[in-house]
């Protein structure tokens, strides 16, 4: 749908942000409504009034003054939705949901293109929109999920992507702002109400008078979320009066529209001066006013809770390195965080050639041992001790060599001795050089976990942010603060100092928490929050964080097929041409597929003359119009394209194409096609198959692009990505990928071109697989597959099958080197 320009709002918009405070003015309460005449002192000349109405536009047409206040709650069955573009960063959202809102390419700024699409990458609106200007994204039925919009300069630069959750999972509220987009509609709820005012001027002397001026002026002032907007605006309508001339007695009228909005607390005054000039003697003038008032005093809070570990990276950025090898420089451990476990050699899990030996039936796992670790024989001089101390059973230690700060031995040797009897119990060995054996976080070695090795570890301290803002149209009070995690609930009310929260207004809290980060698992973290108004229904707010952890050493890599025709078209979504080739008349443009095939194999036997038989995979094709002037003259192969020239109102109604063995050689078929007449696609004149006719084709140039991604925690390297079409033998495209190194993160393409029948019924189903070997570890493998779905009409002229492939094998194309 087309957008429609949001009515004139007296030369004002929205609210936006750090909007210019009008100076504050001081006048007495009046009461709804608020229509003064005043008049000034009638001369004998000339007399004259003025009155203003106002009414909303549609609905029940009720009188402006008496417009109810708009609840900002959308319900849960959302089918349309409106948003005003109102360009600006992500900085300036304002909205209860997990805010989603990315910058792309910089800030979005004046005209731009929006395109908005649903869960299955359908666009629901693509059109370009201005700023200030409203646009609407209907439905027939509830709209997906998730609505994603993106926002665009004219040549489709990307700027900013904001995703809203459309589900009923979270709350959506009139007036919520996403990055540059204002929410001002849902379904038949609209906070922007079309009104017209009426100017009403009647001649009330005896004599007849001009009107000479028509001057409004307009003072409108909002409130949102603290700020501030309006301002005055004067114009003179004097062009808007229908009859400038008034005998006694005798009115006129002048209307405009405008807009009230009533999601916001408001003040809209308006007041009119007219002026008359009698035939003779002085003029005259009157003045009316009209005001609006609007309040809106909707209860929201929102709750936000954000997580950073003691760097400043969000919790779910946290990267472990199991290999306490990767990037160590050195290649050598200065520093190693153990777990004592107790229990015996059996438990022991890692990868190196394990030296653990039991002793006196190895540490029972219900006691507290002395852990002692050195550099080599207990009871050798020349031995360093490293850490010496009892500790329990599920406590960690460091070992290290500090005061020193040398690197651990090679080889680090750990005793765990009995401190009752002083028995040992068990001698562990732990290589730390990486060029000797691996050692990984969360190794076990007898009752030893490793826990982590330098700066690299699996316990890291995070610290949960929780943001309470008051985001609604009212002052409250926080009532109920309730945080819950791992199944348990804590009030955190009395944490708080002040409880009262103006519009705009937060409270932050902190909370600190240490998370293990070498194993897989989540999180959830849950605040919720109750807060009371003045006056008015509680209101409540609700926020989720989930810290996932990922061990992000594993060698991942993905691989996405993306096929478009020449106008950037998904391949799903060509349009099968209407075969009737003479709906408009005549065909100019002709062009076949050459198949091969003898007339007696076709259904249009009677333009076809077979001269000799036989099957001829290449031919010499010479085709005329009525006057002899040559359309096309060159040999083809089998589904090779005869591209006639266009023919003209010159060349009759047909054309005859003959077909020799070679340039020199016998004719061995001749076809006449009337193109003016039962002309179809894949209508087939003995070796010649319609392929298109002016505009319609059957045969259409497809790109197949393989997009190739480095998902995974280590760098690889690409050494295989398979091509299978239609179950065909796979064929190694590497050689059409340019860099085959990827890091972290990074993304390479490879491109192939093709041409497709879409007049034909059927399904072409393409597989691509990628191998990658990461510099350590086992290789990872991606695939995906891509199904081309033709659908054809079945009520058009049925046509057999052809004979060879109407699709040659795709054509690979340069690609661009990786990008991060």
Request: charged content about 25%; proline content about 7%; some cysteine.
């Amino acid at each position: 749908p087309n957008p429609t320009r949001r009515p004139t709002d007296f030369g004002s918009r929205p609210p936006t942000p750090n909007p210019t405070r009008r100076p504050s003015i001081t006048r007495p309460p009046t009461p709804n409504p608020t229509k003064r005449p005043t008049m000034v002192p009638v001369v004998d000349e000339c007399s004259i009034d003025v009155t203003i109405d106002c009414v909303e536009i549609g609905g029940i047409g009720r009188d402006c003054y008496r417009l109810p206040t708009q609840s900002l709650e959308c319900n849960r069955d959302i089918r349309s939705l409106s948003f005003t573009y109102i360009a600006g960063s992500c900085s300036q959202s304002a909205n209860t949901q997990s805010d989603s809102c990315v910058e792309v390419g910089g800030v979005p700024t004046g005209i731009s293109r929006i395109t908005c699409k649903n869960d299955q990458d359908e666009d629901v609106f693509n059109d370009i929109v201005n700023v200030d200007q409203t646009f609407t994204i209907p439905a027939f039925e509830p709209l997906s999920d998730h609505l994603t919009c993106e926002i665009a300069s004219l040549d489709r630069q990307k700027r900013q992507t904001v995703r809203i959750d459309t589900s009923g999972n979270e709350d959506i509220y009139l007036k919520d702002i996403y990055g540059g987009l204002q929410l001002e509609s849902c379904n038949n709820k609209n906070c922007l109400v079309p009104v017209e005012y009426t100017y009403t001027i009647e001649n009330t002397h005896t004599r007849p008078m001009t009107v000479t001026l028509l001057e409004r002026t307009t003072f409108s002032r909002r409130e949102l979320n603290g700020e501030s907007t309006g301002g005055t605006e004067t114009n003179n309508l004097i062009d808007l009066v229908e009859d400038k001339i008034l005998e006694p007695g005798q009115s006129t009228e002048a209307k405009e529209e405008s807009v009230v909005d009533l999601c916001v607390t408001g003040e809209y005054e308006t007041k009119v001066v007219v002026k008359a000039d009698p035939p003779v003697g002085l003029p005259c003038e009157a003045t009316d006013e009209y005001e609006i008032l609007t309040v809106a005093k909707e209860c929201r809070v929102n709750v936000d809770i954000t997580c950073e570990d003691l760097d400043g990276r969000d919790c779910n950025d946290i990267e472990t390195y199991l290999n306490c090898h990767e990037g160590n420089v050195i290649n050598r451990i200065g520093e190693l965080t153990f777990t004592y476990l107790g229990g015996t050699c059996d438990q022991s899990s890692n990868s190196q050639n394990d030296e653990c030996e039991d002793l006196n039936g190895g540490p029972p796992r219900n006691r507290r041992m002395r852990i002692i670790c050195h550099s080599g024989d207990a009871n050798d001089d020349m031995t360093v001790l490293f850490f010496n101390d009892i500790v329990p059973v599920g406590e960690t230690f460091i070992v290290n060599n500090n005061p020193v700060g040398r690197p651990l031995p090679r080889d680090l040797i750990c005793e765990i001795i009995d401190p009752v009897d002083n028995e040992k119990r068990q001698c562990v060995t732990i290589a730390t050089r990486g060029e000797d054996e691996g050692l990984y976080l969360k190794d076990v070695l007898g009752s030893l976990r490793v826990e982590g090795c330098d700066s690299n570890n699996c316990y890291v301290p995070i610290i949960y942010t929780y943001t309470l803002e008051n985001v609604g149209q009212t002052p409250m009070e926080i009532t109920e603060y309730e945080l819950s995690r791992d199944g348990s609930t804590e009030n955190l009310l009395d944490k708080i100092d002040d409880k009262n929260l103006e519009v705009g207004e937060t409270r932050i809290l902190q909370d600190e928490e240490v998370i293990d980060t070498c194993v897989e698992n989540e999180f959830l973290t849950t605040i919720s929050v109750e807060a009371d108004p003045p006056e008015g229904v509680p209101c409540t707010g609700v926020d989720e964080y989930i810290v996932e952890t990922d061990l992000k050493k594993d060698c991942r890599v993905d691989v996405d097929i993306i096929c478009e025709d020449q106008d950037e078209k998904n391949c799903n979504d060509i349009p099968v041409p209407s075969f009737n080739c003479n709906i408009n008349g005549c065909a100019d443009a002709l062009s076949f597929s050459y198949t091969g095939k003898p007339c007696d194999d076709n259904s249009q036997d009677e333009s076809c003359e077979q001269i000799a038989d036989g099957i001829f995979i290449s031919t010499y094709i010479e085709c005329f119009d009525e006057v002899n002037m040559p359309l096309f003259q060159d040999t083809v192969t089998l589904g090779d394209v005869v591209d006639l020239q266009e023919t003209t109102s010159r060349s009759g109604n047909n054309v005859r194409c003959e077909l020799f063995a070679s340039r020199r050689g016998a004719k061995f078929q001749e076809v006449q096609i009337n193109r003016c007449e039962d002309l179809s696609l894949k209508n087939e004149y003995g070796g010649l198959s319609l392929e298109s006719c002016d505009e319609k084709k059957c045969i259409v140039p497809i790109e197949y692009t393989y997009k190739i991604q480095n998902i995974g925690g280590v760098p690889m390297e690409i050494t295989e990505i398979m091509r299978i079409l239609d179950g065909q033998s796979p064929t190694d495209l590497i050689g059409i990928v340019e860099d085959t190194n990827l890091a972290v993160g990074e993304t390479t393409t490879a491109s192939e071109t093709s041409d497709i029948d879409i007049c034909v019924q059927g399904e072409y189903k393409t597989e691509v697989r990628v191998k990658a070997d990461p510099p350590d570890g086992s290789v990872c493998n991606g695939e995906d597959s891509y199904e081309i779905v033709i659908s054809v009409d079945p009520t058009r002229p049925p046509t057999p099958e052809p004979t060879p492939p109407a699709t040659p094998m795709p054509t690979p194309r340069p690609t661009p080197r990786p990008t991060p």
